[in-house]
């Protein structure tokens, strides 16, 4: 039976102060082309030793990290003792997750744009994965922005059909009592200025809690992961740190419900300092209904990655404190650029 108070203390837990979470959900062709960056191959093992350095790292897990977005073949892991994966997450205080769509597949009839798959048999890999440890979820949900001023996209049918998917996959979480996040991600990549950014989220985001509200999604067991509102990655005109800060808090504020126990943003291709500077500009200056912290996968990895370059756990782990503390400082709005210098 549903337990909303269960779905709402995880959900706080999720967003817990100076805390926020590791997305590590990458699926294997993602890790693969992560891993071909510091030119190591994509076996079972490495992607095993490469996240199980991650979830020993101390004191990262235990003091910044609330929760981390497993993959499927993750959830199932054990290191070398026995220890399962998900189980070291555990015993940090941190709470497993898994993602559980399966894909952004091509989106028929509107070329260009994407639908997210995943909702066939979802009920009983829920239950399987609540057996398994996990106590939330994410479903990823692409919109991609037109190149060259086309209005055209994202076309409404396509913010409509992922929303409703996004909804539906939200009350079959619910009703496994795992916490479902929900992440509608509006791409940054293109070259559209930082006002179309916020147009198409803030719709989107409009669209998503209609559905979420006509499918019965209770809130207060939810968690919302958007895009911040920035500028496209080519767009020639990039705005100020204080103006993402800025139009991303009115987007939110106009399209968010206090009743969202909180907001985990994703880092969608920005760099690591502008990613963790964002989040901490918003948390210092504005007075907001619901706590805001990170959900990053690659701005919390790539420079851990980096430094681990397939088996130097000491300069990975001492990577991952380092980002895992920024970010965690930046949920706080406590963050600035010195602390990453004195770092250096
Ligand atoms: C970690 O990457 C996730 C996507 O993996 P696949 O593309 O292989 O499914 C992704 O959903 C991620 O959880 C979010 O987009 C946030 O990651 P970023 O890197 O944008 O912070």
Same mark, same amino acid.
């Given at each position: 039976?549903?337990d909303?108070?269960?779905l709402?203390?995880?959900?706080?837990r999720?967003?817990?102060?100076?805390?926020?979470?590791?997305a590590?959900d990458?699926?294997?062709?993602?890790?693969?082309?992560?891993?071909?960056?510091?030119?190591?191959?994509?076996?079972?093992?490495?992607?095993?030793?490469?996240?199980?350095?991650? +979830?020993?790292? #101390?004191?990262? *897990?235990?003091?910044?990290?609330?929760?981390?977005?497993?993959?499927?073949?993750?959830?199932?892991?054990?290191?070398?003792?026995?220890?399962?994966?998900?189980?070291?997450i555990?015993?940090?205080?941190?709470? %497993?997750?898994?993602?559980?769509?399966? $894909?952004?597949?091509?989106?028929?009839g509107?070329?260009?744009?994407?639908i997210?798959?995943?909702?066939? $048999?979802?009920?009983?890999?829920?239950? /399987?994965?609540?057996?398994?440890?996990?106590?939330?979820? @994410?479903?990823?949900?692409?919109?991609n922005?037109?190149?060259?001023?086309?209005? =055209?996209?994202?076309?409404?049918?396509?913010?409509?059909?992922?929303?409703?998917?996004?909804?539906?996959?939200?009350?079959?979480?619910?009703?496994?009592?795992?916490?479902?996040?929900v #992440?509608?991600?509006?791409? *940054?990549e293109?070259?559209?200025?930082? /006002?179309?950014?916020?147009?198409?989220?803030?719709?989107?985001?409009? @669209?998503?809690?209609?559905?979420?509200?006509?499918?019965?999604?209770?809130? /207060?067991?939810?968690?919302? @992961?958007?895009?911040?509102?920035?500028s496209?990655?080519?767009?020639? /005109?990039?705005?100020?740190?204080?103006?993402?800060?800025?139009?991303?808090?009115?987007?939110?504020?106009?399209?968010?419900?206090?009743?969202?126990? $909180?907001?985990? +943003?994703?880092?969608?291709g920005? =760099?690591?300092?502008?990613?963790?500077?964002?989040?901490?500009?918003?948390?210092?200056? +504005?007075?907001?209904?619901? %706590?805001?912290?990170?959900?990053?996968?690659?701005?919390?990895?790539?420079?851990p990655?980096?430094a681990?370059?397939?088996?130097?756990?000491?300069?990975?782990q001492?990577? +991952?404190?380092?980002?895992?503390r920024?970010?965690?400082?930046?949920?706080?709005? #406590?963050?600035?650029?010195?602390? #990453?210098?004195?770092?250096?």
């Open positions: 039976m549903m909303l108070d269960q709402n203390e995880i959900a706080l999720m967003v817990a102060p100076g805390k926020g979470i590791l590590a990458e699926s294997t062709g993602t890790i693969g082309k992560r891993f071909e960056g510091i030119g190591l191959e994509n076996t079972e093992t490495n992607r095993r030793n490469w996240r199980e350095m991650l +979830f020993r790292t #101390e004191p990262a *897990m235990s003091e910044h990290i609330s929760g981390v977005i497993l993959y499927d073949e993750t959830l199932r892991q054990s290191s070398d003792d026995g220890t399962r994966l998900a189980e070291l555990a015993k940090a205080g941190a709470v %497993p997750g898994i993602k559980v769509d399966t $894909g952004a597949k091509d989106l028929a509107a070329p260009g744009e994407k997210t798959e995943g909702l066939d $048999g979802l009920r009983d890999r829920l239950n /399987e994965y609540y057996e398994l440890g996990a106590r939330f979820a @994410k479903w990823r949900a692409v919109i922005i037109g190149a060259n001023g086309d209005e =055209s996209m994202p076309s409404q049918y396509c913010i409509g059909v992922n929303t409703h998917a996004l909804a539906r996959y939200a009350a079959l979480c619910q009703e496994a009592n795992i916490v479902p996040i #992440e509608p991600e509006v791409i *940054m293109g070259d559209h200025d930082i /006002e179309r950014c916020f147009e198409v989220t803030e719709y989107t985001l409009r @669209k998503l809690y209609a559905e979420l509200f006509d499918q019965g999604v209770v809130l /207060e067991g939810t968690v919302l @992961k958007p895009n911040m509102v920035i496209g990655s080519k767009c020639a /005109e990039q705005a100020s740190r204080e103006e993402v800060a800025e139009l991303t808090v009115q987007c939110l504020m106009n399209t968010v419900p206090a009743a969202v126990p $909180g907001i985990a +943003f994703l880092s969608g920005q =760099s690591d300092e502008d990613a963790t500077a964002h989040l901490s500009i918003m948390n210092e200056g +504005f007075d907001l209904p619901w %706590p805001m912290t990170f959900s990053y996968g690659r701005a919390l990895q790539a420079a990655l980096k681990w370059n397939g088996s130097n756990v000491e300069a990975g001492a990577a +991952f404190n380092h980002r895992a920024m970010n965690g400082l930046a949920s706080l709005g #406590e963050w600035n650029e010195s602390l #990453e210098q004195a770092a250096e």
